[in-house]
């Protein structure tokens, strides 16, 4: 029976170890023929070669060594003890230390793999910099690829030493109890057991010195690595090496490596010289000198730098200035200073079409909304995100937002989540929508030029492959080329099929589709009717899990964008290189900044774009950033992986874009980082802010945006990502700093700096201003009451000719609804003045006079009803001021025949005009006129209370 049950252990043992071992081996398979259906099985290959020609040398040389040390342990123990045979014999024994030799072998194996098989690639890959760290004048690639792969070798020995020392005392009591000493009685009258185990103990403590001596060797060698770290200390006026890290810490770590290096040689001396104290000196020393050393740095900070921290640490504020621009792509922003004027006229919109064309009233967050309710079409559709970009759509540089309507398998009904529908019948997504970003609906929908399915465009951009079969959304594998036909699109009551025609997938012939039931747990992939040898399975279809499968080693952008290229849907992600080791570099780029992240990051380039076609999957990699050492180190250690960006289509190479994600980083170093003067840096005399404004009724820093209009001192409009800056604790504009997306200026970083001597209204002055204005100020009161909510948008700050003219729409909103928000009204400000108005139009009229319309017909927008009338001039405008038509009517007041059967829409307007009339009459001194529109208001108000209450 006992016999039974031990060969059925033996079965179910082997058993599991076959299915783990099957297991790897499918993921194994299907992931080599997962990369070579992209073509980078050249990827796959150059970490299983690394990792194999590092592993395979590692594990036979510390097998081997392991039983050597073991064998060798075990002759000088039964040499020591004079060990007689207990248990087992000396080939038993010989045999059973084979075991845990094997086992540390694989372990320091695949320790040392997982730990260095990267850092030996960028070893060996390493690109210069060439520029040297101010402190030791090393290049930083010493620091980016050498310094860590040495430091962590030498950490990895000592884990190796502790190691061994915790597995010669489990090899002690292993001979202990197979070996048991023969009782020696060194002289007549002393005690065997006593003598036999000083024998042993002094055997065993040999070897402990031994392996004390070695650990304190590597301990000097990495003291005296240790002394790089001094670039990178918290400590003192700023990150770096500061006057006290050199004056005491940079002395300190020499000392502490010379006391480890004699701590070995007193280790020996004294377990030689039965001087037990001595062996102990070492440990002692490094405490004393580790004491002594914190003191001297912490009295040195107190009583030298401290009285005088300018004088003593101006130096190295001025290397941490420097490095920190360097570290993230700082050091090239040019400035210029912008000598503000208020002389705008309409002759200047007239000679800037394309800028005041694109002055944006859409809000990507309303237009999401939108998109979801107006354009899904069905609940599985999704639009998950907005992008920003911009096209020549019928001969105008227009800037877009653009979605991808994708397909979401979590809002299928639970009864059509069946296997069939998931992986057979439901593939892809279906189209985009396009929208102007300054034009409506007279709904204030955004209006679209691309909408509907199959897509229909109103303009000459056009989407001739909308089917979206990689996305943010598809995240489940499928099948194509099958018995079935794959759902395609919704068509009235019934649905348009369709086959995949691609080249994606990988072939379920064969032993593929074996191999793919196992990878997938699906029994049903082998033995379904609808998939035969021609089928081909799809799986990572997801755009972020499949270019960072490809390569891990890139920071890639949350925020993919989709173009239309050629009729087709390619996404665009922006990859990033990122570092911690950027000598004098403050670290900003953490998890505070970037939940993804794990630890502090001081470097960060844009250095790759990547492009993923949305029906094919195909992934290249085009390198953005030539200049970086990073990115072009990774193209040594993969070739074939990275392609120049001039390979990129001419269509797809118009739509890169500066990212937000860098630009948003930057602005926050440069916040601070702007200051060159060390003095100034140091007292933080000019430190700026990046401007608020107010969103939603929440104060928030300024979104930078995207927008396109005409840099001062160039000759046509472009594309350009801006953000503004007011100097601390104050709202008043100091700076705008610029980032240009076109042609041959892309990435150049512009500092637009504003006069110190005057006021330029910041956005949140000009929110202020919009607050103190009684006509909006009434009108957002009387709109955000009866179940609406009143949405403010971005405030948009935009430079034209020596000026800035500042947009903000504002949406209302049903409370009570799940309707979108609707653009309702366009505020606008230039110098003094601010306006509100139906139309982007209208506004720019009040502010500038009429002219020729700026503005296209189909990028207007209107009105939302008849009723609606421009608002009554604001306080302190006068009929007939610059820019303010002088004979500006008073708004004619049309009540409901029945005001509790009026809607609240009809109401709102109602009593918005009724306040203008009153204030209209208040400035005529038409003192009857103002007590009749104050009663007819507050007529209406309780009206809308008592829908409110309803």
């Known amino acids: 029976?006992?016999?039974?049950?031990?060969?059925?252990?033996?079965?179910?043992?082997?058993?599991?170890?076959?299915?783990?071992?099957?297991?790897?081996?499918?993921?194994?398979?299907?992931?080599?023929?997962?990369?070579?259906?992209?073509?980078?099985?050249?990827?796959?290959?150059?970490?299983?070669?690394?990792?194999?020609?590092?592993?395979?040398?590692?594990?036979?040389?510390?097998?081997?060594?392991?039983?050597?040390?073991?064998?060798?342990?075990?002759?000088?123990?039964?040499?020591?003890?004079?060990?007689?045979?207990?248990?087992?014999?000396?080939?038993?024994?010989?045999?059973?230390?084979?075991?845990?030799?094997?086992?540390?072998?694989?372990?320091?194996?695949?320790?040392?793999?997982?730990?260095?098989?990267?850092?030996?690639?960028?070893?060996?890959?390493?690109?210069?910099?060439?520029?040297?760290?101010?402190?030791?004048?090393?290049?930083?690639?010493?620091?980016?690829?050498?310094?860590?792969?040495?430091?962590?070798?030498?950490?990895?020995?000592?884990?190796?030493?502790?190691?061994?020392?915790?597995?010669?005392?489990?090899?002690?009591?292993?001979?202990?109890?197979?070996?048991?000493?023969?009782?020696?009685?060194?002289?007549?009258?002393?005690?065997?057991?006593?003598?036999?185990?000083?024998?042993?103990?002094?055997?065993?403590?040999?070897?402990?010195?031994?392996?004390?001596?070695?650990?304190?060797?590597?301990?000097?060698?990495?003291?005296?690595?240790?002394?790089y770290q001094l670039l990178y200390s918290p400590q003192g006026a700023i990150y770096g090496a500061g006057y006290t890290d050199m004056a005491v810490g940079l002395p300190l770590y020499r000392i502490k490596a010379l006391v480890s290096f004699a701590g070995g040689v007193l280790l020996l001396v004294g377990f030689y010289g039965r001087k037990y104290k001595l062996m102990a000196a070492g440990p002692v020393l490094l405490i004393l000198v580790t004491v002594l050393g914190g003191i001297a740095s912490a009295g040195v900070e107190r009583f030298v730098v401290e009285p005088n921290v300018l004088a003593r640490e101006t130096p190295y504020i001025r290397q941490n200035i420097e490095y920190t621009r360097m570290a993230y792509g700082l050091d090239n922003v040019r400035e210029e200073a912008f000598n503000i004027d208020y002389n705008l006229t309409r002759e200047d919109l007239e000679a800037n079409p394309e800028t005041v064309k694109n002055i944006r009233i859409n809000d990507y967050r309303p237009a999401l909304l939108s998109y979801n309710q107006l354009q899904a079409i069905r609940p599985y559709y999704q639009f998950t995100d907005v992008d920003i970009d911009r096209y020549h759509i019928d001969g105008e540089y227009r800037q877009v937002f653009t979605s991808a309507r994708e397909l979401n398998m979590e809002r299928i009904s639970e009864s059509a989540k069946t296997w069939l529908n998931m992986h057979l019948k439901y593939t892809h997504g279906y189209g985009a929508v396009v929208s102007?970003?300054?034009?409506?609906?007279?709904?204030?929908?955004?209006?679209?030029?691309?909408?509907?399915?199959?897509?229909?465009?109103?303009?000459?951009?056009?989407?001739?492959?909308?089917?979206?079969?990689?996305?943010?959304?598809?995240?489940?594998?499928?099948?194509?080329?099958?018995?079935?036909?794959?759902?395609?699109?919704?068509?009235?009551?019934?649905?348009?099929?369709?086959?995949?025609?691609?080249?994606?997938?990988?072939?379920?012939?064969?032993?593929?589709?074996?191999?793919?039931?196992?990878?997938?747990?699906?029994?049903?992939?082998?033995?379904?009717?609808?998939?035969?040898?021609?089928?081909?399975?799809?799986?990572?279809?997801?755009?972020?899990?499949?270019?960072?499968?490809?390569?891990?080693?890139?920071?890639?952008?949350?925020?993919?964008?989709?173009?239309?290229?050629?009729?087709?849907?390619?996404?665009?992600?922006?990859?990033?290189?990122?570092?911690?080791?950027?000598?004098?570099?403050?670290?900003?780029?953490?998890?505070?900044?970037?939940?993804?992240?794990?630890?502090?990051?001081?470097?960060?380039?844009?250095?790759?774009?990547?492009?993923?076609?949305?029906?094919?999957?195909?992934?290249?990699?085009?390198?953005?950033?030539?200049?970086?050492?990073?990115?072009?180190?990774?193209?040594?250690?993969?070739?074939?992986?990275?392609?120049?960006?001039?390979?990129?289509?001419?269509?797809?190479?118009?739509?890169?874009r500066y990212p937000q994600e860098l630009f948003d980083l930057q602005t926050i170093v440069y916040e601070r980082y702007h200051m060159a003067n060390p003095s100034v840096f140091y007292l933080d005399e000019d430190l700026w802010n990046i401007a608020q404004e107010r969103y939603a009724g929440q104060s928030q820093n300024v979104e930078s945006q995207y927008m396109i209009f005409k840099m001062p001192g160039e000759d046509r409009e472009e594309f350009v990502l801006s953000v503004p800056y007011t100097p601390n604790r104050l709202n008043n504009m100091i700076a705008l700093l610029m980032a240009r997306n076109d042609g041959e200026h892309y990435g150049e970083l512009v500092l637009y700096q504003l006069p110190k001597d005057q006021n330029i209204y910041g956005p949140m002055q000009i929110e202020a201003r919009i607050d103190q204005n009684e006509v909006i100020s009434q009108s957002l009161t009387l709109w955000g009451e009866g179940g609406s909510?009143?949405?403010?948008?971005?405030?948009?700050?935009?430079?034209?000719?020596?000026?800035?003219?500042?947009?903000?729409?504002?949406?209302?909103?049903?409370?009570?609804?799940d309707s979108p928000p609707e653009v309702k009204q366009v505020i606008a400000a230039f110098g003094d003045d601010i306006v509100m108005e139906s139309t982007l139009e209208e506004a720019l009229t009040r502010l500038f006079g009429a002219g020729t319309p700026t503005i296209p017909e189909s990028g207007t927008g209107t009105p939302s009803s008849p009723e609606q009338q421009p608002t009554a001039p604001a306080p302190g405008e006068t009929p007939g001021a610059p820019g303010t038509p002088a004979d500006t009517p008073s708004p004619e007041v049309t009540l409901p025949a029945d005001l509790a059967e009026a809607s609240t829409e009809m109401l709102i307007r109602a009593a918005s005009n009724t306040f203008e009339a009153a204030q209209k009459a208040s400035q005529e001194g038409d003192w009857a006129a103002y007590g009749e529109a104050l009663a007819q208001l507050e007529e209406i108000l309780n009206v809308l209370e008592a829908q409110a209450g309803e």
């Open 1 to 227: 029976m006992n016999r039974i049950r031990k060969i059925l252990g033996g079965v179910a043992a082997l058993v599991v170890i076959l299915l783990l071992f099957t297991s790897q081996l499918v993921h194994f398979i299907t992931e080599y023929q997962w990369f070579a259906d992209l073509g980078y099985t050249g990827v796959f290959l150059t970490r299983l070669r690394t990792q194999m020609t590092l592993g395979i040398p590692v594990f036979i040389v510390a097998g081997i060594l392991f039983y050597a040390y073991f064998r060798v342990l075990k002759k000088r123990y039964e040499k020591q003890t004079g060990a007689t045979q207990v248990t087992l014999s000396d080939k038993q024994i010989n045999r059973w230390l084979l075991l845990p030799a094997v086992v540390l072998g694989l372990y320091t194996a695949m320790n040392t793999v997982g730990r260095f098989w990267w850092q030996i690639l960028e070893f060996r890959h390493q690109v210069p910099f060439g520029v040297e760290d101010p402190v030791f004048g090393k290049d930083i690639a010493y620091y980016f690829f050498t310094w860590p792969l040495l430091m962590q070798g030498l950490d990895t020995l000592i884990s190796l030493i502790f190691t061994v020392v915790v597995v010669t005392f489990i090899f002690y009591l292993f001979m202990l109890a197979v070996r048991r000493p023969t009782l020696i009685q060194v002289e007549e009258g002393t005690n065997p057991w006593k003598d036999t185990m000083k024998r042993f103990l002094t055997f065993a403590t040999r070897q402990m010195v031994t392996l004390g001596v070695i650990f304190f060797a590597i301990l000097t060698l990495r003291y005296l690595l240790s002394i």
């Open 436 to 656: 102007p970003v300054n034009a409506i609906t007279p709904q204030g929908q955004p209006e679209l030029f691309i909408r509907n399915i199959p897509p229909v465009s109103t303009t000459d951009l056009l989407i001739t492959r909308p089917e979206i079969y990689f996305g943010e959304l598809t995240n489940h594998y499928i099948v194509v080329n099958t018995g079935e036909m794959e759902f395609d699109y919704p068509m009235g009551e019934d649905n348009a099929e369709t086959m995949y025609e691609g080249t994606a997938g990988i072939p379920l012939s064969g032993f593929n589709r074996l191999l793919y039931a196992l990878r997938e747990r699906s029994a049903r992939l082998f033995v379904s009717g609808s998939i035969s040898g021609e089928s081909r399975i799809i799986f990572d279809r997801n755009i972020e899990d499949r270019v960072t499968k490809i390569a891990p080693f890139l920071l890639y952008d949350e925020d993919p964008y989709l173009v239309i290229h050629e009729g087709r849907l390619v996404w665009i992600i922006d990859a990033f290189t990122i570092h911690d080791r950027y000598p004098y570099a403050t670290p900003y780029l953490n998890q505070d900044y970037n939940r993804r992240l794990r630890g502090d990051y001081n470097y960060m380039r844009n250095s790759v774009k990547v492009v993923v076609d949305a029906y094919e999957g195909d992934v290249n990699f085009y390198i953005a950033d030539v200049e970086d050492p990073v990115i072009q180190t990774y193209a040594n250690i993969f070739p074939g992986l990275f392609q120049p960006l001039e390979a990129m289509p001419e269509g797809l190479h118009q739509h890169i």
């Open 789 to 817: 909510q009143v949405i403010r948008g971005n405030l948009l700050v935009i430079p034209m000719n020596n000026s800035f003219l500042y947009i903000e729409p504002l949406y209302i909103q049903a409370s009570n609804s």
